[in-house]
């Protein structure tokens, strides 16, 4: 025990490893904050520049940036309604809204300190059942990872109004625009209509920006005459009134951040979208309506997707199986450096693993204290006049469209679809489901195919496998569930009860 402390808390006396984590932690932030500049992107360029460093300084910095990137893209998620990163889409469902109440301090405040909360849970949980947590998420078969992907697009119900049938058409709209590209199986053509430019398939990040970036551009444009919002900076770190209040659905949705992040391949993103799926679906008398600006609509997804950055390292750590896209650069920098992630460094390494644990601590406050600094600062851009304000938001669309893959096709398609966009929320559909289905549209399309292909391509054995398995079984009832609570299915069953 004394052992693992002292690995643990490596780097807490180390004042250059102390600068790494900070220094990562806060250029993670603004990374992350800039839309198509994105955590991955960053820390695979790292791996060029810390090639020749010490192990220990090169997972520090890493560390740091990874911490602070996933919480950065809340910002212009509150801001400009400009999701970061894909983890804060659904940030930007209430963030947005309280931001053009007066509120975007509170907002922040209440979105780094629940990042916080849930970061460390997820931290806690690594370090408490990293084994338990793996050993369960190795027995996800590819048909369970295909119904939890259909499930996530399921519960675009509830980023879709009242709505069922329009979020489907959103999520089925975006699972279209999953597939174009070359067959991630069999490399055939589809929807590509002979153009090459086609064969990698549209950048989500592109979508991404297109749909909310460029469509509120568009929206303000209407909105021209109307002064700009002065914001309310009285508060910035919540209550503990309003701490106590939110803890306990913080603490459950950093529940499900981190199980989901555990789940190969998945990610924060499905994790903060399933986590303000259940805060709408359980929290009781909101003070305001979930997308009208809910406190709980922030809570629980940065809950979820911090707590889901310690899930994604459970399997990463403990099996040599990347969680998340970043993870799966973190394997390669580990064997760059001599290290064989798996569960032969639990055994061999121990404290590799416990020096982890204890950099993601740093990391986590620090990503604290950068978040609440400086706020004031950042609010100001909303109060910009929209004049301005409306040019800042295409310039930054544009630059991050274009930052991804260095194309301007990507531009071009950024810039459709927010014209796109534009008319969606009018004619009263959510973007949201829209990214979330070319998100979860290749998880789909592999795992169906590698769980037909595993039945030798029999449905009768797919389905009988399927109701054997308690895992499946529970996830099929979930889209069953879902599906019926957004129809009037669950209220005939009712007053045939009541009537019985």
């Known amino acids: 025990m004394t052992e693992a402390l002292s690995y643990f808390t490596t780097a807490w006396f180390d004042p250059w490893l102390l600068f790494l984590i900070a220094a990562g932690t806060f250029a993670g932030i603004y990374i992350g ?9 960053a820390v695979s360029i790292l791996i060029s520049f810390t090639f020749s460093w010490d192990v220990n300084d090169a997972l520090c910095l890493m560390v740091g940036i ?19 990163a894909p983890s804060a889409i659904a940030t930007a469902l209430d963030g947005y809204p309280l931001a053009q109440r007066g509120e975007a301090g509170e907002a922040i405040g209440i979105s780094t300190v629940m990042s916080f909360f849930g970061g460390m849970v997820g931290i806690a949980l690594l370090a408490i059942g990293a084994p338990i947590i793996s050993d369960f998420a190795l027995t996800f078969q590819p048909r369970d990872y295909m ?21 489907v058409v959103a999520g089925a709209f975006g699972m279209l625009i999953g597939t174009v590209g070359l067959d991630p199986l069999t490399a055939e053509e589809r929807f590509t209509f002979g153009f090459t430019e086609l064969w990698n398939g549209i950048s989500f990040v592109a979508v991404m920006i297109g749909l909310f970036g460029v469509a509120e551009a568009l929206g303000q444009l209407r909105q021209l005459e109307l002064p700009a919002i002065k914001q309310k900076i009285t508060r910035i770190v919540p ?37 303000y ?6 929290v009781r008398d909101p003070e305001v309506p979930f997308g009208k600006g809910a406190r709980e609509g922030l809570v629980a997804p940065e809950s979820a997707n911090n707590a889901a950055v310690g899930g994604a390292f459970i399997p990463m750590l403990t099996l040599g ?14 064997f760059i450096h001599g290290l064989n992630p798996g569960p032969m460094l639990m055994i061999e390494q121990p404290h590799m693993f416990w020096f982890m644990v204890g950099n993601l601590v740093l990391a986590c406050v620090f990503m604290l204290i950068f978040g609440l600094t400086g706020i004031r600062i950042f609010t100001k851009i909303v109060e910009i006049p929209k004049g301005i304000l409306i040019p800042l938001i295409l ?30 929320k009018q004619y009263g559909y959510q973007v949201g489901p829209v990214i979330l289905g070319v998100i979860l549209a ?27 398995s308690p895992l499946s079984l529970v996830l099929f009832a979930a889209v069953v569930l879902t599906v019926l609570s957004q129809t009037p299915v669950l209220g005939w069953i009712r007053r045939l009860f009541r009537r019985a």
């Open 147 to 167: 119904l939890l992907a259909i499930l996530g697009i399921l519960l675009v119900g509830s980023l879709s109004g009242e709505s069922l049938a329009k979020g």
């Open 321 to 334: 199986i990347p969680g998340d896209a970043v993870t799966a650069i973190f394997i390669g920098a580990l």
């Open 395 to 424: 310039l930054l669309s544009v630059v991050g469209a274009y930052a991804v893959n260095n194309s301007v096709t990507d531009v071009y398609w950024m810039l459709g679809f927010g014209v796109l966009g534009y008319f969606m």
């Open 66 to 84: 990874f911490m602070g990137g996933v919480y950065g893209g809340s910002r212009t998620a509150i801001l400009l309604n400009i999701p970061g």
């Open 239 to 275: 209550s503990w009134a309003s701490l106590r209040r939110y803890l306990p659905l913080s603490l459950q949705t950093s529940m499900i951040g981190v199980i989901i992040g555990a789940l190969p391949g998945v990610g924060g993103d499905i994790a903060a979208l399933m986590a």
């Open 442 to 468: 290749r998880l789909i399309d592999e795992n169906w195919r590698r769980a037909i292909i595993s039945e030798q391509e029999h449905l009768g054995s797919f389905f009988a496998n399927m109701f054997a």
């Open 277 to 282: 799926d259940y805060a709408k679906r359980t």
């Open 33 to 41: 904050a800039i839309p198509g500049l994105s955590v991955t992107m």
